[in-house]
């Protein structure tokens, strides 16, 4: 398989590391910063290439396809990136890979009630033009969206008779040493997900929005994390989940912790969450790329940080034997485990070795499927399975059902 990475920070580098690893995959490594390209491609494999792309540029990104004979265009790159590069595959006839998917766009009198132009929607518009055409856009597939889908497919399946609330819950304890406000992803993807007005599906009701950082609550993270508060967040989970499995209520909470809302909150207020470029000097800057700049690099400070990330999905209703139950189904990533086995930090490593899983199923043909389908569309145990044998087991934690307040 050969596939064109789009995308060489922190999450393409990681993915690019993982994949030198199960040898099913030839890459192409690209970036608008060729030295950035060279450099992942350098330090996963030397069968891999690097090469220079604009993801703006849907024509020169079909172009690079064709050039370079590629199967998949996995993307890497931030979601403003997701539709060119996107259309791009649909017109090279090639399969394509996301973790994020296309923005969404508040509603313009209601938006914290109201969905606008929800997550996904300009892809989901073109999914008849992808079944035509014979090929897969799998969209979602990191772990939060993606391995969390996967678990709720997999709850669905094999623990659930009914399911009253699918609940995503990421938690973490991680630390940056020297720094007094250090984000361990991507900051333009942060405030994007963060500031929206966060979706909520209900089956009678379903997908609404809620002011950013609604309901808070206590949820109890395994592995020694903790107690960590979190909050509704806007999140692609909401809006797969409920294509494919059958759920009362599906939400998405991230523990974000009070210093970090707290900045959001203030770069909110001041306008500097803005995209649109505003004039400095005679110059056209972006209030967002500017907080970027001025942050340090996440995929950098693997080396400074200590702790556990946990992603995991919550699922409460009736078991199999007709009781009520409750689960948590998660995944940990210690960073001195990603750091020393692979070189990348755990947040970035454990986004980016879901979709290498996914490649090497859909390489195989153990998964296959056409149009745009999410995680949960395809069938779990085969992913989970492989999941562990890439040396990153996945747990089910049975709790007490209606005890989690």
Request: charged share 20%; hydrophobic share 45%; aromatic share 8%.
């Amino acid at each position: 398989m050969r596939i064109l990475l789009v995308g060489a920070g922190g999450v393409g580098t990681a993915f690019a590391r993982i994949a030198a690893r199960r040898h099913f995959a030839e890459l192409i490594v690209s970036d608008y910063d060729l030295a950035k390209a060279q450099r992942a491609a350098a330090a996963a494999s030397d069968r891999f290439r690097a090469v220079r792309i604009d993801a703006r540029d849907a024509a020169a990104v079909a172009a690079l396809l064709a050039d370079h004979s590629c199967d998949v265009l996995m993307n890497a790159a931030d979601p403003r990136f997701v539709m060119p590069l996107y259309t791009a595959a649909l017109r090279s006839r090639v399969h394509y890979l996301d973790m994020a998917m296309s923005l969404s766009h508040p509603h313009p009198e209601s938006p914290h009630s109201k969905t606008g132009v929800k997550l996904g929607d300009d892809q989901f518009a073109m999914a008849g033009e992808w079944e035509n055409r014979g090929k897969l856009a799998l969209v979602g597939i990191g772990v939060e969206p993606g391995l969390s889908d996967i678990f709720a497919r997999h709850a669905a399946d094999e623990l659930f008779s009914e399911i009253d609330e699918i609940g995503v819950r990421d938690g973490a304890n991680l630390v940056v040493e020297g720094y007094d406000f250090a984000p361990t992803f991507s900051i333009w993807t942060t405030i994007e997900e963060c500031l929206n007005p966060p979706v909520i599906w209900e089956s009678e009701r379903g997908w609404f929005t809620t002011p950013p950082f609604s309901d808070p609550e206590t949820f109890e993270f395994p592995a020694g994390i903790g107690p960590v508060e979190c909050v509704n967040v806007e999140h692609e989970e909401v809006l797969l989940i409920p294509r494919w499995v059958n759920a009362r209520r599906v939400t998405f909470k991230y523990g974000l912790g009070e210093e970090f809302i707290g900045v959001l909150k203030t770069l909110h207020k001041l306008g500097l969450d803005a995209t649109a470029p505003v004039t400095v000097d005679g110059s056209q800057v972006s209030p967002r790329d500017v907080v970027a700049a001025c942050l340090p690099d996440p995929a950098g400070l693997g080396a400074r940080m200590t702790g556990l990330t946990c992603a995991g999905t919550w699922v409460s209703g009736t078991g199999k034997d007709g009781a009520p139950r409750e689960v948590y189904l998660y995944h940990v990533v210690d960073n001195a485990w990603s750091m020393a086995a692979y070189g990348s930090q755990a947040v970035v490593w454990q986004t980016a070795v879901n979709p290498v899983v996914a490649l090497e199923l859909i390489d195989s043909g153990v998964w296959s499927g056409s149009g745009v389908l999410g995680p949960e569309a395809l069938p779990a145990a085969p992913f989970l399975d492989l999941l562990t044998d890439y040396g990153s087991p996945w747990a089910c934690e049975e709790r007490t059902p209606a005890a989690r307040h």
